[in-house]
C-alpha cells in the first residue's frame, strides 16, 4: 500500500486520534478500573471485555498515527475536466454492457461497497486523468484487464461524510 492521503484526511485522522486520546482512553481506563474492582479476575467477563477495548483504541490510534506519519501527501484538486480524487464518475463497463457510478477517493476511504473507489485500486489507478468520452483500459493483472468509457465526470468535494476506513 502507498498510503496516498490529502492534506483532509490527514486532517480527519489527526481528529480522531486526539477524540481517542482525550475522551475514549479515559472512558476505557475507567471501565478497566471499575471491572476490576469487582473482584476475582479470572471469570470476570466485564474486566475482559474492558481491556480488549482499551487494547482495541490504543491500537487504532498507533494505526492512525502510522498511517499519518508514512503518508505520502497527494492533492485532491485536478483540471476541471479530468478525473482526480474526490470525483464522481460515471463508467459504462464494455464487458457486460452495465454502468455504474463511483466516486474516487484515497485508500484510506475507499469502499467499494458504497461505490467509493481507492486510487491505488486497479481501476482508480486507471481513471486518474482521464477525461469525459475516454475509453479506458483498466488492467487487473498481467493476464486480464476490461475496457470502460467514461460517461461524465462530477467534481465532487470532500465534506467529511466518507468516512476513514476502521483497519
Same mark, same amino acid.
Given at each position: 500500500?502507498?498510503?496516498?492521503?490529502?492534506?483532509?484526511?490527514?486532517?480527519?485522522?489527526?481528529?480522531?486520534?486526539?477524540?481517542?486520546?482525550?475522551?475514549?482512553?479515559?472512558? *476505557?481506563?475507567?471501565?478497566?478500573?471499575?471491572?476490576?474492582?469487582?473482584?476475582?479476575?479470572?471469570?470476570?467477563?466485564?474486566?475482559?471485555?474492558?481491556?480488549?477495548?482499551?487494547?482495541?483504541?490504543?491500537?487504532?490510534?498507533?494505526?492512525?498515527?502510522?498511517?499519518?506519519? *508514512?503518508?505520502?501527501?497527494?492533492?485532491?484538486?485536478?483540471?476541471?475536466?479530468?478525473?482526480?480524487?474526490?470525483?464522481?464518475?460515471?463508467?459504462?463497463?464494455?464487458?457486460?454492457?452495465? *454502468?455504474? *457510478?463511483?466516486?474516487?477517493?484515497?485508500?484510506?476511504?475507499?469502499?467499494?461497497?458504497?461505490?467509493?473507489?481507492?486510487?491505488?485500486?486497479?481501476?482508480?489507478?486507471?481513471?486518474?486523468?482521464?477525461?469525459?468520452?475516454?475509453?479506458?483500459?483498466?488492467?487487473?493483472?498481467?493476464?486480464?484487464?476490461?475496457?470502460?468509457?467514461?460517461?461524465?465526470?462530477?467534481?465532487?468535494?470532500?465534506?467529511?461524510?466518507?468516512?476513514?476506513?476502521?483497519?
Amino acid at each position: 500500500m502507498h498510503n496516498q492521503l490529502t492534506e483532509n484526511d490527514i486532517k480527519r485522522m489527526k481528529e480522531e486520534i486526539e477524540y481517542r486520546k482525550l475522551v475514549v482512553r479515559k472512558e *476505557t481506563l475507567e471501565a478497566v478500573k471499575e471491572a476490576r474492582a469487582q473482584g476475582d479476575l479470572s471469570e470476570n467477563f466485564e474486566y475482559y471485555a474492558a481491556k480488549r477495548e482499551k487494547n482495541r483504541n490504543e491500537s487504532r490510534i498507533r494505526f492512525l498515527e502510522r498511517m499519518i506519519k *508514512t503518508a505520502e501527501v497527494i492533492s485532491d484538486d485536478s483540471k476541471e475536466d479530468e478525473i482526480g480524487v474526490n470525483n464522481t464518475v460515471e463508467l459504462f463497463f464494455e464487458e457486460d454492457g452495465t *454502468t455504474e *457510478t463511483m466516486k474516487i477517493v484515497t485508500t484510506m476511504r475507499g469502499n467499494s461497497l458504497e461505490g467509493l473507489v481507492s486510487t491505488e485500486s486497479p481501476i482508480g489507478r486507471a481513471l486518474l486523468g482521464h477525461r469525459e468520452g475516454d475509453r479506458v483500459y483498466v488492467e487487473v493483472n498481467s493476464s486480464y484487464g476490461y475496457y470502460v468509457v467514461v460517461r461524465s465526470i462530477r467534481k465532487t468535494i470532500d465534506d467529511g461524510s466518507d468516512k476513514i476506513r476502521s483497519f
